[in-house]
């Protein structure tokens, strides 16, 4: 299926749960697809390759071997495309790499930015002047070094602020859409914030640890949850922002109409659906890499933030993101009881 006449040059910068699957995706039309992975994770991925595999089919898990994978962006001479794919927290040392080595005397490279929630527009443009955002609707993650898992493929969705070089989202459109569906948005900013809404469900698995240890509650992780995202939506609502339906997540209507209903009529639609949820990437770092560092703030921080600008109580979100704050950088981590978490932010 490769192009022969694909002559682009693209570097996966970040070979996590989103960079790994990207590449999978795009590797069959692409001869010169390169991913850049760092540590066990790069030994991991020369020595044995990238498996990548669906949600409950393990067993039919791809392993791709003999691919292009590199640990210096410096490696690959004027690439045409980079998508960053780190998270948030590493996301200036990566810049700081890509603008150190990469020249592209004459034509810079087009950055193709995946990390959830909105710092990334504040900090790429110090950087570099052709970006475009991709907002992830699928979710990934990572159960080893080299081995990702997926829930299912899902767009993502391509915007530009202010929908300033739509000739560079064409192109970003052009090069995901061959191997993954892709969309593109001229509201890349209420669609970045209606995807931070659902986010906001990654800190609450996190600090329950749902799908590590037994949940003793749905009724009290129904309502962390369901009130969350209802103050989220308010919180957007009364800053300006409006919706924009992202892939299969749930709508705001839906967040707002569940608040309505009896307790056990939304607890048996909510365990259905939490028994769908696969484990966050907030999940791996806190959890499973103890990381201690993890997208809290760029997420739950922001909800928290922007209540206080418009003057809105935001009284779940203020106290749940105040809890992960302590808890997570503990050294020890270890998911707390949910009906212990509902108490603490409801009372
Ligand atoms: N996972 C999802 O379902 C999902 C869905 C939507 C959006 N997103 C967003 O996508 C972004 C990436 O998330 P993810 O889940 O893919 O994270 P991840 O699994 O932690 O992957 C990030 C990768 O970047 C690598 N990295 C970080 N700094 C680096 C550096 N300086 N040099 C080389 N490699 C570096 C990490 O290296 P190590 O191997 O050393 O850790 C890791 O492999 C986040 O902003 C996240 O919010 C994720």
Redesign the pocket.
Known sequence: MIDKDAKEKIVI???????STVFAWLLPYYRNLFL????K?LEKLRSKGLTIYKQHKKDKAVTYSGIKIIEDIAEVSDPDFIII????Y?LT??CE?IKSKISNEGSEPIIIA????INNQELLPEYFSKIVYGI?C?????DD?GVVGYQHKAPIVLGTIQNQHPEERRKAYEILSKGLPTEITDELQDAARSKMLV?LTNSVVTLVGHGIKKISSINALRKIISNLMNEGIQILKKAGYHEVRLGNMPSWRTVTFGMKLPGFISNIVFKKNISKMVR??MA??III?KKQKS?LDSLNGYFVQLAEKVGFNSKYNRKFYELCKKEFTKPDFEPLDVELVWKKISE
Do not use: M
């Not at 995946?114 to 929630?117: F, I, V």
């Not at 699928?138 to 990572?142: E, T, V």
């Open positions: 910068y970040g070979a996590g749960a989103i960079g850049l992975a760092r540590g994770n794919s780190v998270k948030n590493n040392e990566v790499d995946l990390q959830n929630a992830v699928y979710n990934a993650w990572r070094y986010n966050s990437s791996y770092d890499a997208e």
